[in-house]
């Protein structure tokens, strides 16, 4: 059976796209640590662990994942772009971009600004067109 993720990059499941080539997707995360929170995920691998990936799925993704980070680093104000991979709750591989002013916006246990679909999809556009520039 399709994951979650799998059923989002091939729209069966809406998102905020934030950025897609033939292998990989990025989409907003729906309940974000800070505006911008982005999951890069590959799009027809599902093993749940990032490590299990082939050598090259593996390169891909953390090559794809770079070019959102500077897409979200150009548009969404912050300091820096950090870096996450948990897989706790999805069981597909996923790496966790988040828009960082401190490091306390890293912490997956705080609890989360409210940041409407109105703004989620300005920001996912934003990062979007950031993407299709590079
Ligand atoms: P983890 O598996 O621990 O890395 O966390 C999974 C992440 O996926 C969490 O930050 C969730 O908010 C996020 N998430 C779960 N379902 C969706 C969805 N349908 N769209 C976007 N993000 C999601």
């Not at 999951?39 to 953390?62: A, M």
């Amino acid at each position: 059976m399709a994951t979650i993720f799998t059923r989002i990059a091939s729209g069966e499941i809406p998102s905020f796209k934030c950025a897609e080539d033939e292998n990989y997707y990025a989409f907003l995360d729906i309940n974000p640590l800070a505006p911008g929170h982005t999951l890069v995920i590959p799009k027809h691998i599902e093993d749940d662990y990032i490590f299990n990936l082939d050598e090259s799925t593996y390169q891909g993704l953390w090559a794809f994942a770079r070019k959102v980070a500077l897409a979200i680093k150009a548009t969404v104000p912050c300091k820096r772009v950090g870096v996450a991979v948990l897989g706790m709750e999805v069981p597909h591989t996923h790496i966790h971009l988040v828009p960082l002013q401190s490091e306390g916006d890293m912490d997956f246990r705080k609890s989360r600004p409210v940041v409407t679909d109105e703004e989620k999809k300005q920001i996912a556009e934003s990062i979007l067109k950031e993407y299709e520039k590079l």
